[in-house]
């Protein structure tokens, strides 16, 4: 277990916090979608509560390593301080950050307009500076906890004793953690999306976790393949053949069903149909969603699971003639029983879209971080953490 904000006796310190501040934005510049502010609340109210001073450090986007005023943490900084009623200053030359004093809240501009945040070791002193501001250090940014930045990693070498983990990862640690250790049976592993190539790894790993898995998405089409069916101009890799063939094998012999779509959508630019997924699909033609049949058959599995773990939408589902498998599925998943973790980027995205998010046990606020806490039961940035 990691220390906990709540362990330390933080009033009167400056207490330095990494969150993920890192929101869409709109075309103008302005904010698409404050959830990840709104997550990070309860670390910032309780650091001010406690009677300390609090630094808050964040990226924005992809400067990568130069100043750039359209990814400035400007618009966030406004946004908190609507949120917190108090004012939050944005710190532009990060010296000036020293001169603190208890009860003020400032926000570091982006850290990614300096190359030693993404890349330490070319500017180790980077880090420094940063610790330098702080007297203890908290990571709250569950989103990036899986990268080894400045300010996520390196960082806690300066705080021996005194690195935590705020609320945010707290929370998302206590639903994703039993994922990985003690899931409740039956659990079973919705997966889809598009990056085969960076979920085979998940998939692997959940193959020792869970009873079944149910694959949609563009996913599908390489396991498709392998099982000789006529995928015609669908999403496919072929470089993961191999590692698919692997997977496949490793689940029949645990035991574990893998559930491939049983009608697709298909589409040649022109006309949609939906066809069986025995039936091949012909050239020029190519899936992207999953039928109504499939779903009939997987719900029927589904309402018997204790824990359901969902990753990726089931369809191209941007394209509105094309969303039906993943909104089915998010509706269908929001009224059952089982405890439901969702993580993904683009997963989470439909669920906000349809506004089911209070109907799942977990909705994780990091798609790259939550996959790779279930591929490898850890990440770089809880790792360096404290010990409690
Ligand atoms: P997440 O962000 O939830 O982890 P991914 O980023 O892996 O999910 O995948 C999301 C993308 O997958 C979406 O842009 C969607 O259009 C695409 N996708 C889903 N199904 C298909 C398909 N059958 N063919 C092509 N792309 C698909
Ligand atoms: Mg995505």
Redesign the pocket.
């Known amino acids: 277990m990691k220390l906990s904000l709540r362990d330390l006796d933080i009033k009167g310190k400056r207490v330095l916090m990494r969150v993920d501040f890192n929101v869409p934005l709109k075309d103008d510049g302005t904010i698409n979608d404050d959830t990840r502010i709104r997550m990070a609340l309860p670390s910032i109210r309780y650091v001010l509560d406690q009677g300390a001073s609090l630094i808050l450090m964040s990226h924005l986007g992809r400067p990568k390593g130069v100043s750039n005023p359209a990814l400035s943490l400007r618009p966030c900084a406004d946004r908190l301080q609507n949120f917190l009623g108090r004012k939050v200053a944005l710190i532009t030359s990060y010296e000036r950050a020293k001169g603190i004093k208890i009860g003020e809240v400032y926000l570091l501009e982006n850290l990614r307009f300096y190359k030693g945040e993404e890349h330490p070791g070319e500017d180790p002193d980077f880090a420094k500076s940063l610790a330098n501001l702080g007297d203890v250090y908290v990571n709250d940014a569950f989103g990036t906890a899986h990268r080894k930045h400045a300010s996520t990693a390196v960082i806690t070498n300066f705080f021996p004793n005194k690195s935590v983990m705020g609320f945010l990862v707290e929370k998302e640690l206590s639903f994703l953690a039993p994922l990985v250790t003690s899931p409740k049976h039956p659990f079973y592993a919705i997966i ?4 085969i190539g960076s ?1 085979i790894g998940v998939l692997e790993s959940l193959v020792s976790k869970i009873d079944a898995i149910f694959i ?3 996913m ?2 390489t396991l498709f393949k392998i099982k000789n069916i006529d995928i015609g101009d ?2 496919f890799d072929d470089k993961m053949m191999d590692k698919g063939r692997d997977f496949l094998q490793k689940c029949r012999k645990k035991g574990v069903v893998v559930h491939l779509p049983q009608d697709i959508m298909i589409t040649n630019d022109k006309e949609n149909r939906l066809i069986l997924a025995t039936q091949g699909i012909p050239s020029g033609w ?4 999953i039928g109504p049949e499939t779903l009939k058959e997987w719900e029927k599995f589904l309402n018997k699971a204790a824990t359901i773990f969902w ?8 394209v509105a003639s094309f969303a039906d498998g993943t909104n089915q599925l998010a509706k269908k998943l929001s009224t059952m029983p089982a405890d439901v973790i969702v993580g ?5 995205a439909a669920i906000q879209s349809l506004q089911l998010e209070k109907n799942f046990a977990h909705i994780s606020t990091g ?1 790259g971080a939550s ?1 790779e806490y279930i591929e490898y039961g850890q990440l770089p940035g809880i790792e360096l953490l404290t010990n409690k």
């Open positions: 889809g999306g598009a990056k979920k949609g998405g563009g599908a089409f669908s999403l190519r899936g992207v969603d990753n990726g939408p089931m369809g191209v589902f941007e993904g980027g683009d997963s989470v798609g996959l």
